[in-house]
């Protein structure tokens, strides 16, 4: 069995009876392929990046599921189909999952927190932002050195 994740994005102006329904489709889709569901994650509606058939916002969606290729080709042809999917793209997370060995480790994304965003988020880009300083500085002495050479 293989792990994939798809995150699509569907019609933000939907009502919510219809949001359900394209839910229950696509989470449908995988489990009458033999693949099971691990996480269904709707992120809310957010702008998006350049319109998509006319819409500028959308509701996006991150599902993680277990199956075979064939789950892939069926759930990604469903929805091609399905109006309300505005944007999808699966990839691919592991070729061989195996479900206990998931269970017994710990997650591997850490649980964003407002409060920790503060100082520690900035303690860690301006020490990125050194490190790139450095590096662009050792850049433009080689730059130098070869307009000086040739």
């Known amino acids: ?3 994939y994740e798809t995150f699509f994005i569907m019609d933000p102006d939907l009502p919510d009876e219809m949001n359900q329904a394209a839910d229950e489709r696509v989470k449908g889709v995988v489990a009458s392929q033999g693949g099971t569901v691990l ?5 809310g509606k957010n702008k998006l990046a350049y ?8 509701l996006y969606v991150l599902m993680a599921y277990t199956g075979g290729p064939a789950l892939v080709a069926e759930l990604e ?3 091609r189909l399905d109006e309300r999917i505005l944007k ?3 990839v691919k997370l592991d070729d061989r999952f195996d479900p206990a060995k998931e269970e017994a480790r710990p997650s591997e994304r850490p649980a964003f927190h407002e409060e920790e965003s503060g100082a520690g988020a900035t303690a860690d880009s ?3 932002a050194d ?3 450095e590096e662009a500085a050792d850049f433009s002495d080689q730059d130098d050195e070869e307009e000086k050479s040739g």
């Open 39 to 43: 996480s269904y994650e709707p992120w």
């Open 77 to 79: 042809r469903i929805m």
């Open 88 to 90: 999808f793209i699966t």
């Open 51 to 58: 319109p998509v058939k006319k819409r500028t916002r959308g």
């Open 126 to 128: 301006s020490e990125d």
């Open 131 to 133: 490190e790139e300083g």
């Open 1 to 3: 069995m293989r792990k």
